[in-house]
């Protein structure tokens, strides 16, 4: 049986320091409508971190390896599997998978690759797919966004919000409004094309989104802290506002107290979703969605912000760099 290196997890969970490179992993086959792709570089993404401690639940299609999203050459591919897109063996490509990225080949469905354009880096590449599509899935498929909406993208230097604050700059917001850590977030926040930033630490954030709206609010909400800045939501809800929860990094249990008046005063539907429990036909369509992009990735319209990059006998370092939540942007990782 033929074998590759991939990330492993001493004791199958654990801390950063649990990461280990594995040189006796089985190398995936190939099956019909699959592709096998030598992987350039992966990016790293918060659900890798909570599933290498044990809280993520995977979904039934995803292994024990780590990372969603890579870029690489396909090795392998079965006769007539091309696609759409006509792939052979030896095409650059970028894509998403249910998991097994942190490792030299994966096995992925040909419907989730795109060509890798030339002007994107095999790093640029490998920190797209899972960013902007869960950007656009949250912004348009669950908050409805249309031309002329406002939108607040919480943890806005992530990486799914700089890309979201993107979208929506191009897609004509009448406004994007950030939190952040620090100002110095709140600034490159700005530069992409938020309208304002809030300091989380130092702000009261939803008193001053409301003052900044003359009390109006926002009609979408992007939010991945859950409890803590529920209460906030409800409030810079404007009426018939969409609040979408991506994530609970805060936690997922109420305190007493909260006032969910507003669900009924201001018509508002708050409503979850994430990406990777979604079955193959609902990410092609994404991904379909994300090709349309490339364009616009090409003239500099969009840009892919890449805040550190790794080797990734070094992927302890950077889940470790990760964690701190300092970054601007993707963390990555390349296998040599």
Known sequence: MATMRAVDIKNKTGPATSLFINDQIPKPTISPGYAVVKIKAFGLNRMDLLQREGHYPLPPQAGPIL?????????????????????????????????????????????????????????????????????????????????????LWHAGASSVSIAGIQLSKIAGASAIYATASSQEKIDFCK?????????????????????ATDGKGVDIVIDYIGQSYFQGNLDVAAKDGRIVNLGLMSGAKLPAGVDISAFVRKRLRFEGSSLRSRDGEYQGKLRDKLEEYIPQFENGTFNVFVEKVFPWEQVVEAHQLMEKNTTKGKIICTIS
């Open 67 to 151: 990372g969603v999203e890579f870029s690489g050459m396909i090795d392998d591919l079965g006769e007539g599997d091309g696609g759409k897109e006509g792939f052979k063996k030896g095409d650059a490509v970028f894509g998403l998978a249910y998991g097994g990225a942190y490792a030299e080949f994966i096995k992925v469905d040909v419907r989730m690759l795109l060509k890798k354009p030339d002007h994107l880096s095999w790093e640029e590449a490998a920190g797209v797919p899972e960013t902007w599509i869960t950007a656009t899935q949250a912004m348009y498929l669950v908050g409805e966004f249309t031309k002329g909406k406002s939108i």
């Open 191 to 211: 530069s992409i094309g938020a309208t304002a930033g809030f300091n989380y630490k130092t702000q009261d954030w939803a008193k001053e989104i409301l003052a």
